[in-house]
């Protein structure tokens, strides 16, 4: 595949079984918040590749301003995340240009509301970084479904994020600890969820991304609020073949 080879410059653990890798950004490397790659990675002698390959599309969780590249993922028992898993700082992988229609319009002012589960978090890091550094004014909303509080990537820095309108919200669907006093659901995000947390539902845009049931879910709950179809915009995980730089992205 050809593009731009980057180098791998730290790893950290930012959820439960779940990995942020920060590589150099080459020189004059643009994109727009929300936006994907495909990337390429090595192969390993001692991996056996399987029929999905070393190539797969990631979102960049970085924003446009900072000076590395953030690409997070779930571990798995894919080629390609095997191989992931065993990066170490200095070695190398490839990624293409940046793509994608995921991102917020600057001539569209309406409200934002992000619903995403899982690693889904990481288009959404991306665009709320951005909206920080270049102190955005718009309304936003952030509903992030999650298992446990463990597994919930970004979490701290999701509730620090400086905006001058972002809610914050985290589901749970399996917690038994009791909920914060504020921002803080349990179950899954339903249409009472929406009502309790957006004021006005019929004049938003919607960002979804997670796995295709959760994404799906979503939509009907939309539809059955009226919601127009154009007013939502999704990042599916595909998760069924090997993506190409034209077919959907897969967040993994």
């Avoid at 004059?28 to 390993?44: I, L």
């Avoid at 597994?151 to 669907?173: H, P, W």
């Avoid at 179809?229 to 992205?249: N, S, Y």
């Amino acid at each position: 595949m050809q593009g731009f080879t980057i180098i791998l410059k730290e790893i950290r653990e930012v959820a439960d079984d779940t990995r942020l890798f920060i590589f150099e950004k080459p020189e004059g490397y643009v994109f727009k918040a929300g936006q994907y790659v495909a990337m390429e990675v090595p192969k390993r002698e001692n991996i056996e590749v399987d029929k999905r390959g070393l190539i797969r599309s990631l979102s960049i969780a970085s924003a446009p301003f900072e000076s590395e590249l953030y690409f997070s993922m779930r571990k798995g028992e894919s080629t390609f995340k095997q191989v992931c898993w065993s990066l170490e700082p200095g070695e190398t992988v490839v990624i293409t240009k940046a793509v994608g229609f995921f991102i917020v319009p600057e001539a569209d002012t309406r409200p934002i509301v992000f619903l995403a589960g899982g690693i889904g978090v990481t288009p959404v890091r991306s665009i709320l970084k951005q909206a920080e550094y270049e102190k955005s004014e718009r309304q936003f909303t952030f509903l992030y479904s999650n298992r446990f509080t463990k597994d919930a990537a970004f979490d701290e820095e999701m509730k620090k994020i400086q905006l001058a309108s972002c809610r914050y919200v985290t589901v749970l669907s399996r917690s038994e600890d009791p909920c914060a006093p504020e921002n803080d659901e349990r179950g899954y995000i339903c249409a009472e969820t929406l009502k309790k947390y957006i004021q006005d539902i019929p004049n938003s845009l919607y960002y979804i991304v997670g796995s295709p049931q959760f994404s799906e879910a979503i939509e009907k709950i939309l539809a059955d609020l009226n919601v127009p179809k154009e007013q939502c915009h999704m990042d599916p995980f595909t998760g069924l073949r090997v993506a190409t730089i034209a077919e959907k992205k897969e967040t993994v």
